[in-house]
């Protein structure tokens, strides 16, 4: 599947911290050998495997090997508990699943209760009932299989607001080894054999996964940061020339907070496009960004489910502060609560309207497909916002994180983006607590740069602070500290898990 023979030797993975390689035509070689292990089960077209494993080696020449297979590949994160990664294994129908040494007690603790009786593999090791993946594609032919076929992706959501769901799409029925209608709408970023893409990202998470694995598809060298660590990025931007990469918002602050020495000495002049999503990104800190690497950052909305989806370069965004972008591949809509459709500039449900028919489902779960879904057809991933006189769009925050004080409807994430600018706030988290006259307050709980700073004064001079930038009412009213926040690796936060700590010391 290689675009041609002479490239077996060029770089296809390169781990950041070992330098461990795989080269075009080990990763033929190895996925062609994955391919026939998953036959060998019995595996056909619109089946399943799961994998279960941090930024390892093996990692994408197994879903490599899935989508060359017409196989469905579900990437677990590896720092789930074990009742949470079987939930997933089950859910998906998994008939392999492939874990590693590394998480050996999460295996241990989840393997007698797989519904499905998948067969269990396991990299660098064995355990009870899990047979070394190794030992598995010994011998076995590095030819393709004769059935060759598009697989997809199914991931499941990050669970910050319960359990979470499986996203489905139809397997595309275009012919085997052609570009297909996803990997042609990802021209925009130039990618061609000479790109070298960095992922500082776990690649359990969509937007890595499908990066990497597009990447591939145009020939490119793929530099995997087995964990994202500020300094080091850098200094592999500079190693390996670098000239594509994806990031999320609390990297480019971790990286701005680095000392002024250290973020000047690295040569980032490789760099041609660093394309971010996620999580909104502070206005003053994409600022900074672009001052910093140049006109660059390139931003996009959309979701796992890949509905529809905006963009914005730099030089656009540097006249539109604070949009995502315009629509592509889609129509935008701006709905109220009862689907009625409504004006330039007003707040309400941001909906996709795609420009072709997508076949898509909640996995296991119709009503959650349903309710996603407005009266015309349109799709929404749950966030709101307005649209502009030239058609951007302007994210204002989650509907389920908006604060009701007093009648009046607060959007966090204006707050957090005051605070986090603050040279004194690492991280920080803002949402409703209870509040006997008006319903909710504003509460922010911020991790702070250093926790020896904590105390009366420093949660003065934040409130003080935040007043200076936004409305008193959006300012919260109160600040706890704590060491770390809850935060998914992918800039994903965890606000449930801190909201629920509040409301239910209320109702306690």
């Not at 056909?44 to 879903?63: T, V």
Request: hydrophobic share 35%.
């Amino acid at each position: 599947m290689i675009p041609s023979r002479y490239r077996r030797e060029k770089p296809a993975i390169i781990m950041g911290s070992t330098g461990k390689t795989i080269s075009y035509g080990e990763l033929e070689d190895l996925s062609n050998q994955f391919a026939h292990l998953f036959r060998q089960h019995g595996l056909k077209r619109g089946d399943g495997i799961a994998i279960c494993l941090e930024n390892h080696a093996m990692f994408l020449p197994i879903c490599w090997s899935a989508f060359r297979s017409g196989l469905y590949y579900t990437a677990i994160s590896y720092r789930l508990q074990p009742e949470e990664v079987e939930y997933i294994v089950n859910d998906c129908g998994a008939k392999v699943f492939i874990t590693s040494k590394m998480l050996t007690d999460t295996y241990l603790g989840l393997k007698d209760n797989l519904v499905n009786e998948p067969a269990c593999y396991m990299i660098d090791d064995v355990a009870d009932g899990a047979a070394s993946l190794e030992e598995a594609i010994a011998g076995l032919p590095t030819i393709p299989i004769e059935d060759e076929s598009y697989g997809e992706r199914l991931l499941y959501s990050s669970g910050t607001t319960g359990r979470p769901k499986g996203v489905k799409r139809a397997l595309s029925t275009e012919g085997f080894g052609q570009n297909d209608e996803a990997v042609r709408a990802l021209n925009r970023y130039e990618y061609d054999e000479d790109t070298v893409y960095l992922s500082p990202a776990p690649l359990y998470h969509a937007a890595p996964l499908g990066f990497t694995m597009s990447i591939l598809r145009f020939g490119g060298a793929l530099v995997i940061m087995e964990r994202f660590e500020e300094e080091q990025a850098l200094a592999l931007i500079e190693k390996y020339r670098v000239t594509h990469s994806q990031w999320v918002p609390t990297m480019f602050v971790r990286m701005l907070k680095l000392p002024e020495e250290v973020r000047s000495k690295y040569d980032l002049g490789s760099l041609r496009i660093a394309i971010h999503a996620a999580a909104p990104c502070p206005i003053e800190v994409k600022e900074q960004m672009i001052d910093w690497w140049g006109p660059v950052l390139y931003e996009y909305y959309a979701g796992t489910e890949a509905i529809g989806s905006t963009a914005i370069t730099s030089e656009e965004w540097l006249l539109k502060k604070g949009s995502v972008g315009t629509a592509r591949r889609c129509t935008l809509h701006i709905l109220d609560e009862d689907d009625t459709e409504l004006p330039t500039g007003e707040i309400g449900g941001v909906y996709f309207e795609p420009d072709v028919p997508v076949e898509f489902e909640y996995l296991n779960d119709p009503e959650k497909t349903r309710s996603s879904f407005s009266k015309q057809g349109w799709f929404t991933l749950g966030d709101v916002g307005y649209l502009d006189e030239d058609g951007y769009l302007f994210l204002t925050d989650r509907k389920s994180f908006m604060i009701i004080s007093g009648g009046v409807n607060i959007y966090p994430q204006e707050t957090e983006d005051a605070l986090i600018t603050h040279p004194k706030v690492f991280d920080v988290a803002v949402f409703g607590v209870p509040n006997p006259e008006f319903g909710e307050e504003v509460k922010a709980v911020v991790q702070p740069v250093d926790m020896s700073l904590v105390g009366p004064e420093l949660e003065a001079e934040l409130i003080a602070f935040a007043r200076t930038k936004i409305s008193h009412i959006k300012c919260p009213r109160t600040i706890d500290f704590m060491e770390e926040l809850p935060r998914h690796p992918t800039g994903k936060l965890y606000k449930r898990l801190l909201k629920d700590k509040y409301w239910n010391k209320e109702t306690a």
